[in-house]
T-cell receptor
Framework: DTGVSQNPRHKITKRGQNVTFRCDPI?????LYWYRQTLGQGPEFLTY????????KSRLLSDRFSAERPKGSFSTLEIQRTEQGDSAMYLC??????????????FGEGSWLTVV | QKEVEQDPGPLSVPEGAIVSLNCTYS??????FMWYRQYSRKGPELLMY????GNKEDGRFTAQVDKSSKYISLFIRDSQPSDSATYLC????????????FGTGTSLTVIP
């Protein structure tokens, strides 16, 4: 079991630059989630995919943010024209959705973004 | 009002103490409840998963759900310094499987 893998683990970028994070979910999991977490706060939902379809996006996900999951495998989260307020840990999680039986999500180690 | 409320602490206890961590929520539609442990600068790690009301025990950890009071708890027996972390509660509605609602986390330090 390789778990959810995220990279890069840390990224420092200048304001205005674009950054991209990658997430490789647990292999048999069909759902993939992106969350953002700032210091002293719980994770906040950004978006999720079921297979390759992006089914929901939070209002937190401004038009500078875009996420993809081609072929329902790995996912990327791109932030364009970064702002200092984007500094946070970006968490990826995956789950095997079992319909009405509910599901639990398993997180990766997170990708820390610092915008200077 | 936030959907999930959790006292941020910090909570400091001596080794061997029983720790009680709690969350309250406002939406009675929540059916599934989880506790995650998060070490500094790491991703959350799933500890316990419970469905609806009742207790669930796993080793030194017991998760308790009281749906009538909209209150969930995590008890840690014989606490160890390695339990020092932030504990996050999370919950999800039955009919939607996408959005997990998290508390802000309680910071716990177990002193040797």
């Amino acid at each position: 079991d390789t778990g959810v893998s995220q990279n890069p683990r840390h990224k420092i970028t200048k304001r205005g630059q674009n950054v991209t994070f990658r997430c490789d979910p647990i292999s048999e999991h069909n759902r993939l989630y992106w969350y953002r977490q700032t210091l002293g706060q719980g994770p906040e939902f950004l978006t999720y995919f079921q297979n390759e379809a992006q089914l929901e996006k939070s209002r937190l996900l401004s038009d500078r943010f875009s996420a993809e999951r081609p072929k329902g495998s790995f996912s990327t989260l791109e932030i364009q024209r970064t702002e200092q307020g984007d500094s946070a840990m970006y968490l990826c999680a995956s789950s095997f959705y079992r319909g009405r039986s509910g599901n639990t999500i398993y997180f990766g180690e997170g990708s820390w973004l610092t915008v200077v | 009002q936030k959907e999930v409320e959790q006292d941020p602490g910090p909570l400091s206890v001596p080794e061997g103490a029983i720790v009680s961590l709690n969350c309250t929520y406002s939406n009675s539609a929540f059916q599934y409840f989880m506790w995650y442990r998060q070490y500094s600068r790491k991703g959350p790690e799933l500890l316990m998963y419970t469905y609806s009301s009742g207790n669930k025990e796993d080793g030194r950890f017991t998760a308790q759900v009281d749906k009538s009071s909209k209150y969930i708890s995590l008890f840690i027996r014989d606490s160890q310094p390695s339990d020092s972390a932030t504990y996050l509660c999370a919950m999800i509605r039955y009919y939607t499987g996408n959005q997990f609602y998290f508390g802000t986390g309680t910071s716990l330090t177990v002193i040797p």
